[in-house]
């Protein structure tokens, strides 16, 4: 009885307390109400068709269906309206021919369209959120230069897309400290940061009653000179340095694949191979390929009858003398691209002399095939390359995935689909780079090529991605407090030929080491079998002249020459796509590389 008693007295205490408390209402703020949504009934017109299937034996419906598109229904249609037995049926039955067959005596199904009407619906769709876009003012830059000659200020413009509503107030924290604008624009005073800048995080308010996508932005602000100098007597004119990464800036260009990685490039800009020059003409050059020129003497396209060896020294590669007979013609084509390749730049953001240095590395711009077809196009594209496209590249697999399938199906993304049908758009991916033409003039299919260069482009943005996510993978930090810029395009180069595994095995042990994340380090660390990437990236990069290296699984194929004298594939290809050629050492220029473990080769 006595824990009975105790109990009871632990009860009565706790009423009296109860008892003398006040009861205090729930707040409102302790439930702050939900957002509205955004969202709207339209009515949608459209017209029904209505079908029927039937049998030819005896005409008998077996499956009345609607459907909202001119044509016979598709299969997929026919299955969820009518059962996958009916749908089956329909696929496995032939046309009859009623002037041989009376209509009776042949075997399946037939499809009639008995009628339409026009029809409608409500439809609920999503509205626009408000956005807040930032601009960089009062500037003032240097005529050819983006530093700017005073300390500018940011400007963050908020826009509301419906009608009848506005932009309350902005909102936001930056260098630490909270901020509030009321209304639809913000102006922020800057000041330097470090080499790593400082994040800004804003988003703006709505009268609807909801708010914007909260936005982040990397604000790096740079005094350049002396001027700076405390201890005065600086000669150097004011400077600052302003770079932002974030996908609400549009009024200054951003580097290609900066904001990925979070990674500003050196205040100086980009070294050389990482730029775009400001025309067409700036990419030229005059480089003596082997290869390429082997390539044009084979197809007859030069008189080689004045050199002793008729202008080839080995298979697929030419002499000395076969290179300056072809030099004309060799010039021509080495820069018959540039124009896609510069607007393919232009387009993606991808640097055009990279972009140019890839094609000179792996095809020597001469977009060919051996017998052995594994790559194909100027940057030798395999199927896992195309892999990596689709999966990293999702804007552009929501492009290309509706020229191969259904658009209902691409909406599912790439991952999500069946691998026959991952399948299918990496080898109708490799096709459409193909530039192998046996009826065109020079076995080339020109307009074939210049499409591949935009596809090309897409491929180094969908390893750097891939390259980002590798770093943060092993390290929870964002790739631009890691490593330097060009050196996370060096490693991109290196997953873009070498593979996934190469990259991710040799940067893990470069920090289980303890080690900085730099080139020198991390090309230390490569497995036997992916330090070829070291030259591949070495080449391209301009830190060694680009040496001819054999591909090793050719063995030495010869080109496929058909008349007129073609590089071509033969035909049907196993694959779509064309190989890399090989070629002896001969001075200074290169041939391809091969791809190792099938990852894309730029």
Known sequence: MKPLRWLNAVIGVFLLVLAGAPILPA???????DEPERKALITVEFTRYFWWLAEWEGNEVVCRLAVEHEGI??????????????????LESKPCNLAETPAGLCPGLYALEIGSEPASREVEVTLPLPSVWIHLEDCAPLPGDRACTRMPVLRLEGREPLPNETILSIQGIFNGEA???????????????????????????????????????RVRVLPWGDFMDPDGGGRDARLWYVDILSTQYTDGEIAACAFTWQSFPDVNGPPQWLTTPPSIEDLRTDTGFYYLAGALIQNGLVDTSACLDGGLTAVNVASACGVEAA??????????????????????????????????????????????TREAGLGQLTEKGADTILLWNPEFFRQFCPLVLHQSTCDLGFGNLKAAEQALLRGALVRKVNASCPDCPTGIDISEAQYSVRVFAEGLLANCEQTGRIL??????????????????????????????????????????????????LAAQLDPACQGAIGYVEDISGERRILPTPTPWLGGAPIQVTPPRVLATPTPAPLFPTVTPTAQPTPSNGTPTPTLEGYLSP
């Open 472 to 521: 943060r993978n092993l390290t929870g930090m964002e790739p631009g407090r890691l490593s330097r810029y060009d050196d996370l395009w060096r490693f991109t180069l290196v997953n873009y030929n070498a593979g996934a595994g190469c990259l991710s095995t040799a940067a893990r042990r470069v920090l289980n080491n303890g080690e900085a994340l730099t080139w020198e380090n």
């Open 27 to 33: 707040r409102a703020e302790d439930f702050p109400p």
């Open 327 to 372: 030099r004309p013609l060799l010039t021509e084509w080495q820069n018959r691209f540039d124009g896609e390749i510069w607007q393919a730049a232009q387009d993606t953001g991808v640097p055009a002399r990279l972009l140019k240095n890839v094609f000179a590395r792996e095809s020597q711009l001469w977009p060919g095939v051996f017998h052995t």
């Open 179 to 217: 901020f509030t604008c009321a209304g639809a624009e913000c102006r922020l005073p800057l000041q330097p940061t470090g080499q790593d800048g400082t994040v800004m995080e804003f988003w703006a308010d709505s009268s609807f009653g909801d708010s914007s996508e909260h936005y982040t932005a």
């Open 73 to 90: 229904p598709t299969y997929n249609e026919i299955e969820g309206l009518c059962g996958k037995k009916v749908a089956q049926r329909w």
